[in-house]
């Protein structure tokens, strides 16, 4: 059984910083594409960062020069550094997993994977 437990989320100031963890088990972890999900307030989920088994990583325009994912294949665990965080940021985030190499631009669509964690919130005041 695929299961997805995230972690790391919590309270931060505009400016500040947070590393979400996602730590995956019940796959081979290299084989899968992975990625950040992220709910806001009033919105449907969106992609942030995701990869793919084939070392493509795609970030989403909010998401680029602030946010960096990535993996420790020995802890399989994945990471999402978020740095300069915004209000405009607060939500709900969650990793996903694929047990496939999706297509480069299908990567940041959720209705491509079929694992989920159970999400993590994120809040950042100004």
């Known amino acids: ?3 997805l437990v995230e972690s790391g989320g919590g309270s931060a100031q505009a400016g500040g910083a947070l590393r979400l963890s996602c730590v995956a088990s019940g796959f081979s972890y290299g084989t899968y594409s992975m990625g950040w ?4 307030p009033g919105k449907e989920r969106e992609g942030i960062a995701a990869f ?8 989403a325009t909010s998401a680029k020069g602030r946010f960096t994912i990535s993996q420790d294949n020995a802890k399989n665990t994945l990471y999402l550094q978020m740095n300069s965080l915004k209000p405009e940021d607060t939500g709900m985030y969650y990793c996903a997993a694929e047990g496939r190499s999706l297509a480069s631009w299908s990567i940041l669509f959720q209705q491509y994977y079929n694992y989920w964690g159970q999400g993590t919130q994120v809040t950042v005041s100004s």
């Open 52 to 59: 793919n088994s084939a070392g493509t990583t795609i970030y």
């Open 37 to 40: 999900f992220r709910q806001l």
């Open 1 to 3: 059984e695929v299961q």
